[in-house]
């Protein structure tokens, strides 16, 4: 087998690749940079991201606030996003040619609306930076030699100085890695939405909740707020999804059959109790299910009172157990999960390297000098918004910041 050299080898064409790639090649412009992709096109998350118009990343400008968003990765990050965050990549972007806008909820998306101009900025530099890109090539093995790394691909053996692992989630990879003693969390999916079949969501598939409390009945319960769609299948949004990635490894080993508790109004419960009142003093003559509040629509209203037993009585008429059931209905109905479904427009995966075993202020392995690692394939994962594409660019530049430099030195 023949073997070329290299001073970078990039494995994997995605999001952390190319950007970890550029960043190398734009600090140390000598620097002979390959990616390596097994695919026959590149950047394909970034292509179907953010329902296609990729999800750059999110409007929080403050790393400590900025870590809250990672069930995984939390504390190993604050570092990182202290010399590189979201403002950084807007503005890499902006200097690229590339214009951004920061919608209502923070998240951050090119004016464009099309995940292709951020593709096309991607393959753009690299071209222009003389990075080399071989697609169709997948890496097979990897073996640590006097000058740097053996990679091995179905073609050729390429030696490089220094290697950046970016291989997202695939598991070819992380058996590849343990196989060579690199410790890997086992991976379990992230970002997923809950199957429920029960009659009070029948037909009621569409209707939106701006704003729900929803406790997953674990033993430590996991508490989040936001808003919540009912679903063909049962429950999406915000809410949902947050849940999902705080959980991800407990939902896992339950089989996602849970218990869930909904609080519909999103208010603490004296609150609504509170409210409760005022209606059976102003509105006593009122059929309690005519008025919707706390932003619960009507079709959802409705079925709610007929799930505490209110239809139909008006709000005088109301005794203590009727109160009770209508307050414990609003901020607590339970409902089971059985089962989840994909959410399409971004999922991830929680598990991948073992975050001990890295060295933060370069990603680099403790046990493997010049073996970095930047995006998915780390045990870093995060709630939806734009996230999970922060990370990436993130650990990418930090690796690139230690790498160049030292690619060239004899
Ligand atoms: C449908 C969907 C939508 C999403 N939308 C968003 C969003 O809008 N915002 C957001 O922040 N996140 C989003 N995400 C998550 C985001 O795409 C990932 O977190 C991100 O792509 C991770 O980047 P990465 O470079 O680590 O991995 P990837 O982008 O997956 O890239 C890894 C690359 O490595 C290649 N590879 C793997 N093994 C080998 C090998 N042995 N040899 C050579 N190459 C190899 C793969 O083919 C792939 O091209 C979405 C995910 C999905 C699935």
């Keep these: 087998m023949n073997a070329s050299g290299s001073d970078l080898v990039v494995i994997g064409g995605g999001a952390a690749g190319f950007f970890g790639a550029i960043q190398c090649a734009e600090r140390d412009p000598d620097a002979r940079i390959i990616i390596l992709e097994k695919s026959e096109k590149v950047l394909t998350k970034v292509k179907i991201s953010g329902g296609g118009r990729c999800n750059v990343t999110h409007a929080c400008f403050d790393p400590s ?39 209502e909820d923070g ?18 530099t690299a071209q222009k930076l003389s990075i080399s890109l071989r697609t169709g090539c997948a890496v097979t093995g990897l073996q640590p ?31 590849l890695l343990e196989a060579m003693d690199i410790a890997i969390i086992p991976p379990v999916p992230s970002l997923f939405t809950f199957n429920i079949q029960h009659h009070l969501l029948q037909d009621l598939m569409g209707v939106s909740l701006p704003h729900v409390t929803l406790t997953l009945k674990l033993d430590k ?21 947050k849940a999902s990635a705080i959980a991800a490894r407990e939902l896992y080993d339950m089989d996602y059959r849970i218990h869930i508790s909904i609080n ?47 239809s139909g009585k008006n709000w005088a008429d109301l005794r203590t157990r009727d109160i009770d059931l209508l307050s414990g209905v609003l901020c607590g109905t339970i409902l089971p999960v059985n089962g989840k479904s994909t959410f399409k427009d971004e999922f991830v995966t929680a598990g991948g390297v073992d975050t001990r075993d890295i060295q933060f202020t370069t990603m680099e392995h403790k046990q493997f000098p010049g073996l970095h690692f930047a995006g998915e394939v780390l045990n870093i994962d995060a709630v939806t918004g734009g996230f999970n594409f922060q990370a990436a660019w993130t650990t990418a530049y930090i690796a690139a910041e230690a790498m160049a430099g030292k690619l060239t030195q004899v």
């Design 145 to 175: 030699s006097a000058d740097g790394w053996i990679i091995h691909t179905g073609e050729e053996d390429i030696v490089a100085r220094r290697v950046l692992i970016a291989t997202g989630s695939n598991p070819a990879i992380w058996r």
């Design 264 to 310: 519909w109004t999103g208010q603490e419960k004296n609150v609504v109790l509170q409210w409760i009142d005022t209606q059976r003093t102003t509105h006593g003559n009122r059929q309690c299910q005519q008025q919707t509040a706390f932003d619960i629509p009507k079709r959802l209203w409705e079925r709610l009172h007929l799930a505490a037993g209110t």
């Design 221 to 241: 319960p996991v508490v989040t707020e936001g808003p919540m769609l009912i679903t063909h299948w049962g429950l999406s949004g915000p809410a949902v999804l």
């Design 107 to 124: 998240r951050v998306f090119p004016v464009s609306d099309d995940s292709q101009t951020i593709i096309d900025c991607f393959t753009g």
């Design 65 to 103: 606030e900025m870590v809250q968003y990672y069930p995984r990765g939390e504390k190993e990050l604050l570092g990182p996003f202290n010399r590189f965050l979201s403002g950084d990549m807007m503005a890499w972007l902006d200097d690229h040619g590339v214009e951004t806008k920061i919608e």
